[in-house]
């Protein structure tokens, strides 16, 4: 795979495929700049190099219909108060409105087109519409790690029908530190694996247990593991039918020696609420009437200690309902614990980056992915088509 440092952009047409799928409110602000932001340095790179910088994103999903509340037009004025320079918008990706904008260019100008969904092509990875968005540049670059995981006309297809194709430097970081974590990790490697449900995660489990050295279970999906062992979890949250799939993973890490971590304890309450009356129990004395909402503090010594010593660490999904201040210890100490490993920390998946934030040590951590489900898939071993099609 080639990367943005390392090709010839002066006076070239650069289409740039980025991922500012950004929030907005009902009157069409955007109410976060973050995605807009993770590419500003290859933005930058490019402009400095002399592109002609053409720059493409989907935002929600129009399903191939123009939907105004899905425009792209109030990330104009982000991105230009971000570069510090005018911001060309045009209303459409493709077409000859388009194509007389990007004959026009010099050295140095910026064009960001219209939502790519708004043409049904672009979801269906269709070659004709693949070919349209070619035709506009000499060089492709694509930055958009997080939408890696679809084959879309914008990371893939358009691949085959441009010369010169790149990596952005937001997608460099994401390629960099996967192969971190899971091709040449520095040993021992954790895996923190938190979240609602264990149907979300078996790929992703399956796959650690032949990489790591220690998986630490917290979360909701926890309490099937547990119940899976024969203990009583109440109503916490617990899926009857991942039962046997659960023991099987348990089964399958002990057969590959690795340590296999569960919660000891429990915050529990009798209702999911800030104003719930939350006590610690025993994982083997869960009241029937109770839910199971965070690890207890035995729980957060334990996992703790078993990452002393480590040099790698993966984590995905909280430790328990962290957004409710009653159940949020067990993640914050938790993610203080990562950080006072001093591992190479990777992180993925938005609540876990949002409970990061919340614990106020986003600084700590050495890389946060940017792409939610991109990151699951590829820790689970898929092949990422947007990846692959660099790659080729």
Not at 124 to 133: I, T, V, W, Y
Request: aromatic content about 6%; some cysteine; glycine content about 8%.
């Amino acid at each position: 795979m080639k990367y943005i440092d390392q090709i010839e952009m002066k006076g070239k047409r650069v289409f740039l495929r980025v991922d500012f799928n950004v929030p907005m409110d009902k009157e069409g602000n955007v109410t976060g700049d973050k995605r807009v932001r993770a590419s500003i340095p290859t933005i930058n790179y490019a402009l400095e190099k002399g592109a002609k910088l053409i720059i493409a994103s989907h935002l929600g999903r129009p399903k191939g219909k123009r939907v105004a509340e899905m425009s792209l037009k109030p990330v104009v004025k982000v991105l230009s108060d971000l570069v510090k320079k005018d911001v060309l918008f045009l209303d459409d990706c493709v077409g000859p409105a388009v194509e007389q904008a990007v004959a026009k260019m010099k050295e140095g100008d910026i064009i960001l087109l219209e939502n790519l969904r708004f043409q049904p092509g672009e979801d269906k990875n269709d070659a004709e519409f693949a070919k349209q968005l070619a035709a506009l540049c000499d060089v492709y670059i694509d930055d958009a790690f997080a939408v890696s995981h679809r084959a879309a006309a914008s990371n893939s297809a358009i691949t085959e029908f441009v010369p010169v194709c790149a990596a952005g430097f937001l997608l460099k970081n994401e390629v960099e530190y996967f192969k971190k974590a899971m091709v040449n990790p520095a040993k021992p490697l954790a895996a923190m694996i938190g979240g609602a449900k264990v149907s979300d995660k078996i790929g992703l489990l399956e796959n650690l247990i032949e990489k790591v050295d220690k998986i630490i279970i917290g979360g909701g999906m926890a309490f099937t593991f547990l119940r899976a062992a024969g203990n009583e979890t109440g109503k916490s949250l617990c899926e009857e039918d991942m039962l046997d799939t659960a023991r099987r993973i348990v089964d399958k890490a002990r057969q590959k020696n690795v340590r296999f971590l569960l919660p000891v304890d429990a915050v529990i309450a009798p209702a999911a609420t800030a104003e719930a009356e939350a006590k610690v129990c025993d994982v083997k004395d869960i009241p029937k009437d109770m839910i199971g909402l965070d690890i207890g503090p035995a729980t957060i010594s334990l996992f703790s200690d078993a990452l002393k010593g480590v040099k790698t660490v993966i984590w995905n999904g909280p430790m328990g309902m962290f957004e409710l201040a009653p159940f949020s210890k067990g993640t914050f100490q938790l993610a203080q614990a990562v950080a006072d490993s001093g591992a190479l920390s990777i992180i993925g998946g938005g609540d876990t980056d949002t409970a990061i934030k919340k614990a106020g040590l986003s600084a700590k951590m050495s890389y946060i992915s940017t792409g939610g489900g991109a990151f699951l898939e590829w820790l689970e071993g898929k092949t990422l088509p947007g990846i692959a099609a660099l790659e080729k």
